[in-house]
């Protein structure tokens, strides 16, 4: 089962419409946007999917830039953007849901008699993911972090269209994300990590919308040869460092994302707010570590947080 909203004609292929979620306490109707561009030959569906988690703004800066540029009648196929996933909370800048405190890219693919943010993913997963050919989900390193890399998932030329020096491919993928929802349908997909901390902003969207257009080309909906690039880095484990306490997150140095450094090096402090005592310091976890997930000022920090991650580089492949 799937709700779609009437379709609103925008003209030159452009037309937009929503997935109907629920009617919000105050009375207002929370719904999920999709702007449609209908190409003029026939070709598979690709969605673009942003703020699944509502603190990742880089994804909405690119299907934006998306919307902006692309010419609909050079498509072959057609494009679905679906620049915010979770409105409420991108209006909270918060990862989860602040009406249900849920994360709903562990909810996937959602339930109709479940929480909110279930409900949420429910919408989704009918009304957008089992509607499209094709899926990139776009995440970032939320308000403090910066990230820069691109989960393989079930399709590894689709993954590495995107262009990301960094390339992660899991053993186990979370369970009850978006990629779940789009693997169960058998739809190449794939999870891209970029930008956060109000990095770089504009490097990043241009990076992005550079790989989603070539993601387009390996689809077949945009003309043109696929471009490739050259000495990605496959990872296959990755440390996620959560700090055991709290408070100011001190950076040692200024980090990038693909950068190699030493295991045991400090990355950063963690200080007690109050009494400025060091708590811990994170370190390097791999004889060969390669940054994925920086903080490159002094953020706050909470216990379990998302610290830093790291891939493992002695375990890495290059693709040629
Ligand atoms: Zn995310």
Redesign the pocket.
């Known amino acids: 089962m799937s709700s779609q909203s009437a379709h609103v004609d925008l003209g030159s292929g452009r037309r937009r419409f929503h997935l109907p979620v629920a009617t919000l306490a105050s009375g207002y109707d929370l719904a999920i946007p999709v702007l449609v561009m209908e190409g003029a030959r026939p070709g598979p569906r690709v969605g673009v999917s942003a703020m ?2 509502g603190d ?1 703004l880089d994804g909405l800066l690119i299907v934006r830039e998306l919307w902006r540029t692309l010419d609909p009648s050079s498509l072959a196929g057609s494009l679905w953007l679906m620049p915010v996933a979770n409105p409420l909370a991108m209006e909270a800048v918060t ?1 989860n849901s602040p009406i249900d405190m849920l994360d709903m ?1 562990r909810l996937f693919p959602g339930n109709p008699d479940g929480w909110l943010s279930e409900i949420q993913a429910h919408a989704i997963a009918t009304g957008f993911i089992d509607q499209v050919d094709y899926l990139v989900d776009i ?2 390193g939320g308000t403090f972090p910066w990230v820069d890399y691109c989960y393989v998932v079930n399709d590894e030329a689709f993954s590495r269209a995107f262009l990301s020096s960094l390339l992660y491919k899991p053993r186990t993928m979370y369970p009850n994300t978006t990629a779940s929802a789009a693997g169960a349908r058998n739809i190449p997909m794939t999870v891209v990590e970029i930008g956060g901390g109000y990095h770089d902003q504009p490097v990043h969207v241009t990076n992005g919308v550079e790989g989603v257009r070539n993601m387009l080309r390996h689809a077949g909906v945009l003309a043109g040869a696929v471009e490739r690039r050259p000495r990605q880095l496959l990872m296959h484990e990755l440390s996620v460092m959560r700090p055991h306490h709290g408070g100011l997150c001190v950076p040692r140095g200024v980090l990038t994302p693909g950068q190699w450094i030493d295991g045991g090096q400090p990355l950063a402090d963690i200080v007690h707010p109050h009494t400025f005592e060091t708590l811990e310091t994170m370190v390097a976890p791999f004889q060969k570590s390669v940054v994925v997930l920086c903080r490159n000022y002094a953020t706050r920090v909470h216990p379990g947080d998302y610290g830093f991650m790291m891939g493992n580089g002695e375990s890495a492949t290059w693709y040629d």
């Open positions: 699944v988690h990742e990862r890219n995440h970032a």
